[in-house]
């Protein structure tokens, strides 16, 4: 379910093939590539103790980075291939929590790539009670799908794997490959976790539809909207109680549990839309070049996926949490 070999396949386009990019394989030993200008591969390896690159994230695997950023200088892209059952957001969580290292590098977005043949089986394997399909999450988390081995399938079992991907994730770009051949160019630039994405998001946003999941009942996708201004202050109430505290449930008194949060909102007094972004109980808020309109109806919408989500209680409990706070205020 992830990279696996694929960076070795993909494709440099001319307007990456001056540009240094190392690879981190997700095993003991961490190799990495540098693309020089003739598109030749330079290779240096470097130790993680702990295992993969997930299990050292905070540790070995963030100071893997920044002692290969201190001994070869910055890089224009970093791509980390992590192993199968990783999960990506625990990595993601390391570009919003080390200062230090976000100053040089920021989180462009999570690829993930599902094998056309086996990729459903992986999907539809149960889990014991209370835990997550490891396939499925990275599904839930990824910005960019690539199903491959499409040449292996027929076109039934090729909708059957689209449609997998589509229940859990409503937002997913995704591409098709044979072989793992792709574009360098279509797995970078994505902008995922950025205010340049506020643009594209604001279109996605008005066309993604809640989704019903036909492999793991409890991870969906649910979108909603409410109309009006909000205040920063309330907003932090509003994710704080549903990522940090788990007091937002569903009908049958589970916690509502978020893997992957993207949204637009209007916060009081300000000129542009707000973007949100979250993964697991981390959350960003940043504005966008997307100004508002004069007279234009300023509209929040929030898209979440994740287990035991319920669009109705969560559209009643953020709308009670933004008003109520503004009318007492």
Wanted: charge should be negative.
């Amino acid at each position: 379910m992830n990279l696996g070999k694929m960076f070795s396949h993909i494709h440099v386009d001319k307007k990456y093939s001056s540009h240094a990019i190392p690879v981190f394989l997700g095993s003991a030993l961490e190799k990495s590539l540098a693309i020089s200008q003739g598109g030749e591969l330079y290779e240096e390896w470097l130790e993680l103790r702990n295992g993969c690159l997930c299990c050292s994230v905070k540790d070995n695997g963030l100071k893997a980075i920044e002692n290969l950023m201190q001994k070869k200088g910055k890089f224009d892209y970093i791509l980390l291939e992590t192993t199968g059952l990783a999960d990506p957001g625990a990595i993601a969580s390391m570009f919003w929590v080390d200062a230090e290292l976000g100053s040089d590098i920021y989180l462009d977005g999570i690829v993930s790539v599902v094998d056309a043949k086996y990729g459903l089986q992986s999907l539809k394997e149960e889990k014991p009670d209370g835990l997550i399909n490891e396939a499925a999450r990275q599904v839930a988390l990824a910005d960019l799908i690539i199903i491959n081995k499409t040449d292996l399938v027929s076109q039934e079992e090729l909708n059957k794997i689209r449609t997998a991907v589509r229940s859990i994730n409503g937002l997913v770009k995704i591409l098709e490959t044979q072989r793992s051949r792709v574009d360098l160019s279509d797995v970078l630039d994505l902008h995922a976790f950025d205010s340049l994405s506020g643009i594209s998001l604001q279109r996605k946003l008005k066309h993604v539809q809640k989704t019903h999941s036909h492999l793991d009942k409890s991870i969906v996708t649910v979108t909603f909207e409410a109309v009006g201004n909000i205040t920063e202050e309330n907003l932090n109430i509003f994710m704080q109680n549903l990522l940090w505290e788990k007091n937002v449930k569903d009908k049958t008194g589970y916690p509502m549990e978020v893997i992957r949060l993207k949204g637009l909102v209007s916060i009081k007094d300000a000129s542009h839309q707000v973007i949100v972004q979250g993964v697991h109980e981390l959350y960003d808020l940043e504005e966008t070049a997307v100004g508002w309109k004069e007279n234009e109806e300023r509209t929040n919408r929030l898209v979440l996926i994740g287990r035991h989500l319920d669009k109705d209680i969560l559209k009643e409990v953020f709308i009670a949490t933004v008003t109520e706070k503004q009318e007492n205020s």
